[in-house]
């Protein structure tokens, strides 16, 4: 009887060991380690994906305000004589003529010079011309006629394989112009017919890998050929 109530006794007593409580700790350890981790990744997930909304819409904007204006240039009459629509045509600057942001009140013809700087942040001037007589010109000096927008908050990322660059331009039979660094000579000025605009760009502040890549080709119906196709 006695030893029957030492037993009972020593099992009221009995607790948790040290080993027992040790391998209690270091799963609950890891359990936390577990949860803490799935939130930050699910943190992480969500603001990577508001960011990637983030620069579609960003990108989009800008593909939108140069292809918006791209797609009217035309030819204009400076000092008597037709000239080309396009005047500059460089990978990362163009100059020409457009029936841009006109309305019923104010017909006047456009001159829009995109830009990019050594940043890589890309700007839009257009200005309105003054007609005498059916010529044009540009003197710009007025503030009211000029607008700029500046695409501060969106570098540009420099294309990657077969990406290209943010203006390519080709003539009616489909040669591409320019030379090697995508700058198209005077006397080929008037045989653009189309000029392809690619945004590759980013947030600023993200990294190059999380950049949109848009193409858009355009043609110039505004302009016409100086080129016969073989």
């Known amino acids: 009887m006695s030893r029957l109530r030492r037993v009972l006794e020593g099992e ?7 080993a027992e409580l040790v391998v209690t700790m270091m799963v609950s350890m890891i359990l936390l380690a ?6 930050i990744q ?4 969500t603001s990577a994906s508001n960011q990637t ?11 939108n305000e140069l292809t918006g204006r791209v797609r009217v240039a035309s030819e204009t009459t400076l000092t008597g004589a037709v000239t080309a629509g396009v005047t500059t045509a460089e990978a990362r ?8 942001d006109t309305d019923a009140i104010d017909m006047r013809m456009s001159r829009v010079t995109v830009t990019v700087s050594a940043s890589n942040i890309v700007t839009v001037q257009t200005c309105k011309g003054t007609s005498s007589g059916g010529i044009w010109s540009y003197p710009c000096t007025n503030a009211a006629d000029v607008t700029t927008r500046t695409f501060d908050d969106l570098p540009l990322v420099n294309p990657s394989g077969s990406e290209k660059r943010l203006f390519t331009y080709w003539n009616r039979c489909g040669a591409q112009l320019g030379n090697a660094s995508g700058t198209v000579a005077s006397a080929d000025l008037a045989k653009i017919q189309r000029i392809d605009v690619s945004v590759k760009a980013k947030t600023i502040g993200t990294p190059d890998r999380s950049a949109l890549y848009l193409t858009s080709p355009l043609y110039l119906a505004n302009i016409k050929s100086q080129v016969v196709c073989p």
Request: aromatic letters at 14%; hydrophobic letters at 50%; zero cysteines.
């Open 12 to 18: 009221r007593d009995a607790g948790i060991s040290i």
């Open 53 to 63: 909304r983030v620069t579609i819409g960003d990108v989009t904007n800008m593909q």
């Open 93 to 100: 600057r163009l100059v020409f003529y457009a029936w841009s």
């Open 34 to 39: 577990m949860v803490g981790s799935f939130f």
């Open 42 to 45: 699910t943190a992480q997930v």
